[in-house]
C-alpha cells in the first residue's frame, strides 16, 4: 500500500531544513545510519533499553518501535526531539509502545513544533486516539493554560498500514511486509532502502519465510532472537510448557542462522535479545550460519555505506 506524500509532509521537510544546525554528525549523505537505541524486550534491564530503531538517511530520521527508555538513548545520541521525523511500529505488544508516550509529550515540551506521525498496523490509529485521551490533562495544562506550547506539535498523525510501500519521502522508501509473531496479528517487519542501501528489520517473529523474501538483497539484517535454554535457566519458576509457547512467537539462534544463510546480509544483527543476558547467541548461531554477525547492545550504531562499519557506545 502505498502512501502518497502531500503538501503537509512537504511542508515539514521544509521546517526541518530551516532547523539550526546541531553539532550532532549528520548521517552519511550516501548512506545509511541505524542506530539500535534499545535491544531489549520485556524484561525491565538496565542494559537493554525497550526495543527502538533510529534510521537516519540524508536528511531525515524515522524511528522504529518505541520501546521503555526510547527517550533516554534518544537524548543520549544527541537527536534533536524535533528531527524525528516518524515513528513506525511493528505490532502493539506493549514492550514495543510503552515509550509513546515519553517521547511524543516530552518530544513536545524539547521542541516539536509539527505534527507526530505514527505508521503501525491496524490498531494504531486507535490506540494513538486513546493515549490523546488519557493525557487531555497534561496536553491542555501545557497548549493552553500554562506553557502555551505550540499545538502543532501535540498532534497526533496516526495510520494503519498493511503490507506493501508505506512512506517514500526524499529518496527513502520504507516497506512494510507481514511476519508470524504467532497469534499476536497483525505483526509487522520493515525494510529500508535508501540510495542503492537497505537495512531490514525483523520486528517480533518466529521463523518466516517472507522475512526472507522481503530481505532479499539487503545489506544488514537486524533479527530478534530468544535462546530458550538461557531463558529458562534465568527464569525457572516458569514451566517448560509456557516457554515453549513463548517460543513459539519467537526465533531461535539456529533458526535465526537459517534465515541469515538464506539472505546473506552483509551483517547480520540481534536486537530484542530474549533473555536479555543470554551469552551463547553466536555459538548456537554458527550451527547454521558463518557469515558477520553481531549481538546488539544498545547505542550501537551501524553505517551502511560502501563497507559497513558497526560502532560501539560506552553507556
Ligand atoms: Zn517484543
Ligand atoms: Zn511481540
Redesign the pocket.
Known amino acids: 500500500m502505498t502512501e502518497p506524500i502531500g503538501g503537509v509532509l512537504v511542508s515539514i521537510s521544509t521546517i526541518i531544513q530551516k532547523a539550526p544546525q546541531k553539532s550532532v554528525p549528520p548521517a552519511p549523505a550516501q548512506g545509511l545510519k541505524v542506530t539500535i537505541l534499545g535491544t531489549g524486550s520485556p524484561a525491565p534491564s538496565m542494559d537493554r533499553f525497550g526495543p527502538s530503531i533510529l534510521v537516519e538517511a540524508g536528511k531525515q530520521k524515522l524511528l522504529f518501535d518505541c520501546g521503555r527508555g526510547v527517550t533516554q538513548r534518544i537524548e543520549q545520541n544527541k537527536v534533536p526531539f524535533a528531527e524525528v521525523d516518524a515513528l513506525f511500529l ?2 502493539l ?1 506493549s ?2 509502545v510503552v515509550g509513546i508516550p515519553d517521547l511524543w509529550l516530552t518530544g513536545w515540551i524539547r521542541g516539536r513544533t509539527i505534527p507526530f506521525r505514527v505508521w503501525g498496523p491496524a490498531g494504531t490509529r486507535e490506540m494513538m486516539a486513546h493515549l490523546e485521551q488519557a493525557y487531555q490533562f497534561d496536553i491542555h495544562m501545557r497548549r493552553d493554560v500554562d506553557e502555551k506550547l505550540p499545538s502543532q506539535g501535540v498532534v497526533v498523525l496516526a495510520k494503519d498500514v498493511e503490507q506493501g510501500v508505506v512512506y517514500e519521502n526524499g529518496g527513502i522508501k520504507v516497506t512494510a511486509f507481514a511476519v508470524d ?1 504467532g497469534p ?1 496479528k497483525p ?1 509487522l517487519g520493515y525494510r529500508v532502502d535508501f540510495a542503492g542501501h537497505s537495512v531490514v528489520l525483523s ?2 517473529t518466529r521463523y518466516s519465510d517472507n522475512l526472507v523474501r522481503f530481505s532479499e538483497g539487503a545489506d544488514v539484517l537486524i533479527q530478534e532472537v530468544m535462546d530458550l535454554d538461557a531463558f529458562h535457566l534465568k527464569n525457572p519458576s516458569v514451566s517448560r510448557e509456557r516457554v515453549q509457547t513463548i517460543l513459539a ?1 519467537h526465533t531461535t539462534p539456529e533458526q535465526a542462522g537459517t534465515v541469515f544463510a538464506r539472505v546473506k546480509p552483509k551483517l547480520a544483527v540481534y536486537s530484542h535479545i530474549v533473555p536479555p543476558d543470554a551469552s551463547d547467541l553466536i555459538t548456537l548461531t554458527r550451527k547454521t550460519y558463518s557469515g558477520p554477525l553481531e549481538v546488539g547492545e544498545d547505542l550501537m550504531s551501524i553505517e551502511i555505506g560502501d563497507k559497513v562499519v558497526v560502532s560501539r557506545h560506552n553507556l
Open positions: 511493528t505490532h505488544h514492550d514495543h509473531h499476536v505483526a520486528g517480533d512467537h
